[in-house]
């Protein structure tokens, strides 16, 4: 396919080649790629757009104890960018982003969105990863009218029509996970165990709800530790003390790593032990090591090792970026869709006025998801299935359950809050 004049420059040797691993792929997400417009015709809010360009911005944690997580999701995000400005961009405009660190400090986020909304006039902004750099930012969203793609799973509890959630919320993930531990390991004890802000706190809450009064379970402990914690040597003696069926985990960032090897110097692994986390993913999995979490679960939508042709050539292209090591994550992989999904949102809309692409983005399918199909419900959540991975010595993982249909995303469900 030649770009049209007017979006065109010479493809260099690394374009090429990521076009030649990514096949079809973008083309599938896409009912058809548009023509430049006039920019005052897709652009009356005084965005930062003009005839060859379209401004964006990025905002996730490059530094801090996030930044094990976070890295990845910066990756996709930029590649996808990448590949769509080398098919041609958005409405004829390549994409320009700009790029800001959130530091693993919310109030740094919140103060990064406003420079980006209000300074940069981003057309829309790709970021966070913990709900509570996303609850910082929201309020600031919402008065300024910005376009959020966040990507992480997440307890649910919300809906905005500011944010597009890419990542899973509690009905697709927590419910799904628990009530695999029951039916297939037959688990009726759980130990809750969590990072101590936002997220992992009403995740347990939502958990602690569904094992008690849906599941007729019980919770025999939960603990808390802040975020980049390093000691659990106390946490051990209580599991070894309590004896549970199932460790139900959402410890996150770099505090996973003493976690995972605190577990396993204390003889507890996966041999012994079932333990589910939600927040461990492949880009976690590299620095805990395979050693230490082999034979334990985790519960996500998306893994690496999935065989499908959409996530096939995505890995492909991943890795022929940023290296043959470069692993990816359900995150990651949620990040890659925002950009394509703002993109479809953009050309449906043929505006890259916010209002009118949140008023498009209902009901936009991507056939080209790497998890494989995916659907943006009317309430800004993704239809995805779900899945039960276990790690393997090498850190990868194995899925060993998945859901057999995709699943309706209901951030609020009843009961739980």
């Avoid at 409405?91 to 969105?113: C, H, M, Q, V």
Wanted: net charge positive; proline share 5%; aromatic share 10%.
């Amino acid at each position: 396919m030649k770009p049209t004049d007017n979006t065109a420059d010479t493809y260099s040797p690394q374009r090429r080649q990521i076009l030649q691993v990514m096949g079809a792929l973008p083309l599938l997400a896409m009912p058809g790629l548009s023509f430049a417009q006039a920019t005052a015709q897709v652009n009356t809010t005084k965005l930062a757009v003009t005839d060859k360009e379209v401004t964006v911005g990025q905002l996730h944690s490059s530094t801090g104890t996030m930044a094990i997580s976070e890295t990845g999701s910066i990756q996709a995000e930029q590649l996808a960018i990448e590949q769509i400005n080398a098919l041609g961009g958005v409405l004829g405009r390549k994409i320009r982003l700009i790029k800001e660190d959130g530091a693993s400090d919310w109030p740094t986020f919140a103060e990064k969105a406003r420079k980006l909304l209000i300074n940069d006039h981003c057309a829309a902004i790709f970021g966070c990863w913990t709900s509570a750099s996303r609850k910082a930012v929201l309020p600031i969203f919402e008065k300024e009218n910005g376009l959020l793609y966040y990507p992480t799973f997440y307890e649910g509890l919300e809906q905005s029509k500011n944010v597009i959630y890419t990542g899973q919320e509690a009905t697709q993930q927590i419910l799904y996970g628990l009530d695999w531990a029951q039916k297939e390991k037959n688990a009726k004890s759980f130990f809750l165990i969590g990072s101590d802000y936002i997220w992992p706190r009403t995740s347990m809450k939502i958990a602690r709800k569904h094992i008690e009064n849906f599941q007729k379970g019980k919770v025999v402990g939960e603990e808390y530790y802040p975020l980049g914690s390093t000691n659990f040597g106390s946490l051990v003696n209580k599991i070894k003390l309590q004896k549970p069926d199932c460790l139900f985990v959402a410890v996150v960032g770099g505090s996973n790593v003493a976690f995972y090897k605190a577990l396993k110097a204390a003889g507890i692994t996966g041999v012994k032990q079932l333990l589910l986390t939600i927040s461990v993913t492949e880009d976690e999995l590299t620095g805990v090591g395979g050693e230490n979490f082999n034979g334990f679960y985790a519960s996500m939508k998306y893994f690496q090792s999935l065989e499908n042709e959409n996530n096939k050539k995505f890995v492909a292209a991943f890795k022929a970026k940023y290296g043959p090591k470069a692993v990816i994550g359900d995150v990651t992989q949620a990040s890659y869709l925002g950009p394509w999904l703002w993109k479809a949102a953009v050309e449906k809309a043929r505006s890259f006025d916010v209002d009118k692409v949140v008023a498009a983005s209902a009901n936009i399918e991507l056939t080209s998801a790497p998890e494989g199909y995916v659907k943006v419900d009317p309430n800004h959540h993704l239809w995805s299935k779900s899945r039960i991975a276990v790690g393997l010595p090498d850190a990868s993982f194995k899925v060993v359950s998945e859901s057999p249909n995709l699943i309706k995303p209901d951030p609020f469900p009843k009961g739980y809050q």
